[in-house]
C-alpha cells in the first residue's frame, strides 16, 4: 500500500471554487482555432485555447469587462462579460487569409502551452516529411516514439516509449483501444497514414477517463474528420522492392451528415535476398482495407453530435525462406515460411449530447472481431478474438473546475490454438489458450486551476473489477505551473496496470525453435510511472527565430512484470511473474528551431536504463539503446513549392540476449554495435498534384545474416531474437498525392 501513499494524499480537493470564464473559439463553420488568443481589454491577461479550441481564462475586478479573441487570418471579435461563465467566439475569415496562411503555415509539432499534460500533437504537416505508408512508419521524425520490429520474418512492429515494450503505452484510434490483445501484433501497420490527421504522444501515467493501461505513455491517433478535409485525395506508392501502395480517400456531404470514405491496397514487393541467407528481406505483403466515417454536428455546439466509423481489413503475409510455397509447403519440415492471414471487421461510435454551456455526455462504443490463421514453420497458430468496450462520460465546467465522471466496461474473447505439424524438437506449449476478460471500471477526474490560471491541477482515480484478478485501483495526478507565459512545468505521477496475451504480443517466441516454459499462474503486470518535463518556447519580435526546448525525466518501477527470460537457456524461453525490482529510467532533451520561415532545425537526445535486479546483480533488458540521438533538417520556401526533409537516427549499443551456450557456429555477441541511418525525402508540388521521392538507409546500413542457424531453419538453434538492427538496407520510393479541396 505505500506506493498509492504519496498519490491517495493528493485526491482530495474536488472541490475547490473560484471564479473564471471559459469558452470555445471557432470559424464561422464551427470548426475550432487552435491557438487562438484570448484576453482582457486594456490589460495583460490572457490565454490561448488548447487543441479543441477551448479555453478557460481568470475573471477580472473592472467594470469593463471585455474578452477579446483573435486569430491569424481572421478578424477578432469582442465580448462583454456581464453574468456569463461560458461564451463562444465565432470568427470571420479577414480579406488577406490567403496571403497570411502561405506564411504562417501549421507547425508539424505542437506543445500546446494550454494542456495540463505534456501532449506532442504531431501534424500532418510533420506527417508528410516521410512517406508514412502506415502509423509504424509515421514516427520517423520523432524521438518520443521509437518503432521496434517484434518479427523480422514477417515485419510486424509495435511502438515504444520510455524504452519499454508497446504493450505498455495505449494506442488509440479516434479515442478507442481498437488494437489489444490478437491485433496488437499487426494492428498498428494496418493503418494506412493517408487517414491519419493528427497523432497525440504524451509520456507516463496520463488521465484515467481513457483507461487503466497507459503505464508508460498514450499514443492516440485522430483519423481525418469528414467535413475538414480534401474532398478527393488519390495516394500511389512504389519502392526499390517493388511494394506498391494505392489509397483513395473521398468525402461528401449528405444532409446534415458528412462522410470520408477510404480504400487502402497494398501489393507484395518482388522476392529479395540481399545478404544470400535464403531468407526474404521483406515479406511479401497484401493488405485490403475499407474505411468510411460518418459525423453528424460539433462537440461544441448545443444537442446532439456523433461520428460513427466502420472497417474492414483482410491481410495477408508471406515470409521465410525464398523458395516457400504456401500452397505446397505450409507446415512442411522440408522449407521454412511462416504465412499470416487476418480478417477483421471493426465498428466504433462516439455519440453525445451538449445540454448547455457547462455539461455534456458522451457515449463511447467500439466492438471488433479478428480471426487469424498463421503457421511459423512447424508451428501453426489459430486465433479469433471478440472485442466489446463502451464508456459513459458526463463532463461539468463549474467555476475553476472540470469535472469528468463516468463508467466503463471492456469485454474480451480471446481463442488460441496451438499445434505442431511435427515435433521432433519435443516443444511442450502446444495447446488451447482461452482467455475470457470482464473489466468495469468506475471514474472521476476534475481539472482545477490556481493563481491566475497558472497552476493547474488534474486529480483522478478510477476503480476496476476484473474478473480473475479482482479489484484494481489507479490514482494519478498531474501538475503544470507557468513559470513564465512561454515556461512551463509539469509533473505527474500515477499507478497503471495490464493484463498479458503472452503469444500475440511476444510474436517472435512462436518463430523461433525456443521452447516456450511457462513456470506459474501468470497475474496483471502492475506499475507505477512518475516524471516531470521543463518546456521553453521562445521566438523573435521579426519572426526570423522561432522553437522550443524541451527536456524530461520518466521513472516506471514495476511491482509486477512478465518479460521473456531468454538468457537462462537458449533453448528456451521462460515465462514467469518477477515481482522484484524492475526499473525503466528515461531521461529525454530535444531543441527544435524554426529560421526565416523556411529552415527547421531539431535535435533531440535519448538516455534509457531498463534493467532488472537478480539479487544484486544488475540485468540490462535487451533491445533496448542506451543511448540515440535524432537529428532532423527541413528546407520549405516561402512559395512552398517544395520542401526537402532529412533525419539521421544514431543508436548505441544494445543488450542481446546470451547465445553462449550454443554451439560457435550459432552464438552471437553479448551486445550489438552502435550504427547510424539516414533518409531524405524532396516534395515537390504542382498545385493539385505532389510528388515525393525519397530514401531510407541511405548508406545502406545492415545487420547480415541477422537469423541464428538459417542454414537449418528447423534445428535446435534456430532463432530470430537477435535482431538488433535493419537487415533489408537501403529502401527508395516514389510518391504521388492528387488532391482536390473541398
Not at 472541490?15 to 473564471?20: E, P, T
Amino acid at each position: 500500500m505505500k506506493k498509492y501513499a504519496l498519490i491517495v494524499g493528493l485526491l482530495f480537493p474536488f472541490v475547490v471554487f473560484g471564479q473564471s470564464i471559459s469558452g470555445t473559439v471557432s470559424d464561422k463553420a464551427g470548426q475550432p482555432l487552435i491557438g487562438a488568443s484570448v484576453y482582457w481589454l486594456d490589460t495583460t491577461t490572457g490565454t490561448s485555447t488548447n487543441n479543441q479550441g477551448e479555453f478557460e481564462i481568470s475573471s477580472i475586478e473592472n467594470s469593463n469587462k471585455k474578452l477579446i479573441a483573435s486569430f491569424v487570418g481572421f478578424i477578432s471579435d469582442t465580448i462583454e462579460i456581464i453574468n456569463q461563465t461560458f461564451v463562444k467566439f465565432k470568427l470571420s475569415d479577414s480579406k488577406t487569409l490567403e496571403e497570411v496562411l502561405v506564411r504562417d503555415q501549421q507547425d508539424g509539432v505542437i506543445i500546446s502551452s494550454l494542456n495540463p499534460i505534456k501532449t506532442e500533437q504531431i501534424t500532418q504537416t510533420e506527417l508528410r516529411k516521410a512517406a508514412c505508408c502506415d502509423l509504424a512508419g509515421c514516427f520517423e521524425t520523432q524521438s518520443t516514439v521509437q518503432p521496434q520490429t517484434t518479427n523480422v520474418i514477417t515485419n510486424s512492429k509495435e511502438l515504444r516509449i520510455l524504452g519499454l515494450s508497446g504493450v505498455y503505452n495505449q494506442v488509440l484510434i479516434d479515442g478507442f483501444p481498437m488494437i489489444q490483445g490478437l491485433s496488437y501484433t499487426y494492428g498498428i501497420s494496418s493503418i494506412p497514414g493517408t487517414l491519419v490527421d493528427n497523432i497525440y504522444v504524451s509520456k507516463g501515467a496520463n488521465s484515467v477517463v481513457q483507461g487503466f493501461e497507459s503505464i508508460s505513455g498514450q499514443i492516440n491517433v485522430e483519423t481525418k474528420e469528414p467535413d475538414d478535409t480534401d474532398r478527393l485525395l488519390l495516394n500511389a506508392y512504389l519502392n526499390s522492392f517493388k511494394e506498391k501502395h494505392f489509397n483513395a480517400n473521398y468525402a461528401s456531404q449528405i444532409g446534415e451528415w458528412s462522410n470520408q470514405a477510404a480504400v487502402h491496397m497494398v501489393q507484395p514487393a518482388s522476392k529479395t535476398d540481399r545478404d544470400k541467407d535464403q531468407f526474404l528481406d521483406l515479406p511479401l505483403l497484401t493488405r485490403y482495407s475499407v474505411f468510411s466515417k460518418w459525423k453528424y454536428g460539433n462537440d461544441v455546439d448545443g444537442g446532439w453530435n456523433s461520428r460513427i466509423g466502420v472497417r474492414l481489413l483482410n491481410e495477408n503475409r508471406t515470409g521465410g525462406q525464398t523458395f516457400f510455397d504456401a500452397k505446397s509447403h505450409k507446415g512442411s519440415t522440408s522449407i521454412y515460411g511462416q504465412t499470416v492471414n487476418i480478417k477483421q471487421p471493426e465498428i466504433w461510435t462516439r455519440t453525445g449530447y451538449r445540454f448547455n454551456d457547462k455539461q455534456s455526455i458522451s457515449l463511447f462504443a467500439s466492438a471488433y472481431f479478428q480471426d487469424q490463421n498463421s503457421f511459423f514453420g512447424t508451428v501453426k497458430y489459430q486465433a479469433t478474438q471478440t472485442n466489446f468496450y463502451w464508456n459513459i462520460q458526463h463532463e461539468l465546467n463549474y467555476k475553476d473546475h472540470n469535472l469528468k465522471t463516468g463508467i466503463s466496461h471492456r469485454h474480451l474473447n480471446l481463442e488460441e490454438n496451438i499445434l505442431f505439424t511435427e515435433n521432433t524438437l519435443q516443444r511442450t506449449y502446444a495447446g488451447d489458450y482461452k482467455r475470457l476478460e470482464n473489466i468495469s471500471g468506475l471514474f472521476a477526474e476534475n481539472t482545477l486551476r490556481f493563481f491566475e490560471d497558472k497552476l493547474t491541477w488534474i486529480v483522478g482515480i478510477r476503480g476496476d473489477h476484473h474478473n480473475q484478478f479482482g479489484f484494481k485501483l489507479s490514482p494519478r495526478t498531474l501538475l503544470k505551473y507557468d513559470i513564465g507565459p512561454k515556461t512551463i512545468l509539469r509533473a505527474n505521477i500515477g499507478t497503471g496496470w495490464r493484463t498479458v496475451n503472452l503469444f500475440s504480443e511476444n510474436i517472435g517466441l512462436l518463430v523461433s525453435s525456443r521452447d516456450i516454459i511457462f513456470t506459474e499462474q501468470l497475474e496483471a503486470e502492475e506499475a507505477l510511472n512518475y516524471g516531470v518535463n521543463l518546456t521553453q518556447k521562445f521566438d523573435s519580435k521579426d519572426e526570423d527565430l522561432s522553437g522550443y526546448f524541451s527536456a524530461d525525466y520518466y521513472r516506471t518501477d514495476f511491482q509486477n512484470q512478465i518479460f521473456p527470460d531468454y538468457d537462462s537457456d537458449p533453448s528456451k524461453a521462460i515465462i514467469q511473474n518477477f515481482e522484484g525490482t524492475s526499473i525503466s529510467n528515461g531521461f529525454q532533451a530535444e531543441l527544435y528551431l524554426k529560421i526565416w520561415q523556411r529552415i527547421e532545425l531539431k535535435a533531440g537526445y535519448n538516455y534509457l536504463d531498463v534493467y532488472r535486479m537478480n539479487g544484486e546483480t544488475k540485468q540490462v533488458l535487451p533491445f533496448n539503446p542506451k543511448h540515440k540521438v535524432l537529428t532532423t533538417f527541413g528546407y520549405k520556401p516561402l512559395t512552398n513549392r517544395f520542401h526537402f526533409d532529412m533525419n539521421i537516427h544514431c543508436y548505441g549499443k544494445q543488450r542481446l540476449p546470451n547465445t553462449q551456450s550454443n554451439p560457435v557456429e550459432f552464438q552471437r555477441p553479448d551486445s550489438s554495435k552502435p550504427y547510424t541511418i539516414i533518409n531524405a525525402q524532396l516534395t515537390y508540388n504542382f498545385n493539385k498534384i505532389e510528388m515525393y521521392i525519397g530514401c531510407e538507409n541511405i548508406f545502406d546500413f545492415r545487420q547480415k545474416q541477422a537469423i541464428i542457424s538459417w542454414q537449418d531453419p528447423f534445428s535446435p538453434y534456430f532463432d530470430t531474437s537477435s535482431v538488433w538492427g535493419p537487415t533489408r538496407g537501403r529502401e527508395a520510393y516514389l510518391g504521388l498525392r492528387y488532391r482536390l479541396s473541398t
